[in-house]
């Protein structure tokens, strides 16, 4: 049973920072280990659509993001640990949202979107105020 447990999130004032962890577990994505296939961070505002904001290739070589969070927010991965990670530096109020972990996702530039596969966590809330 493939799971991703997302922690990190809190309540933050403005320009303050946060530190979003996801754990994989699981034998693997469809027959894909974790080490193969991109990740990536998506956020869902209340009655939105959730939208990616991150993602990172399985070596990491390969990173994106939305520009919403362009040069605040920092996506890594330690495929040893089948983790995740999301550094947000100097957060807004209007990044309260609650933030998910995606496996197999689409990461290209321009487009952080998941795949037709794709598993999610549950997601941890994230809550900035001003």
């Known amino acids: 049973l493939v799971q991703l447990v997302e922690s990190g999130g809190g309540s933050v004032q403005a320009g303050g920072s946060l530190r979003l962890s996801c754990a994989a577990s699981g034998l693997t994505f469809d027959g894909l280990s974790f080490d193969v296939i991109n990740m990536g961070w998506f956020r869902q505002f209340p009655g939105k659509e959730r939208e990616g904001i991150s993602c990172?290739?399985?070596?990491?070589?390969?990173?994106h993001y939305a520009d919403s969070v362009k040069g605040r927010f920092t996506v890594a991965r330690d495929n040893a640990k089948n983790a995740l990670y999301l550094q947000m530096n100097t957060l807004k109020p209007e990044d309260t949202a609650m933030y998910y972990c995606?496996?197999?996702?689409?990461?290209?530039?321009?487009?952080?979107?998941?795949?037709?596969?794709?598993?999610w966590g549950h997601g941890t809330q994230v809550t900035v105020s001003s």
């Open positions: 995606g496996a197999n996702v689409k990461c290209s530039s321009g487009l952080i979107a998941p795949s037709n596969r794709a598993y």
């Open positions: 990172i290739s399985p070596t990491s070589t390969i990173t």
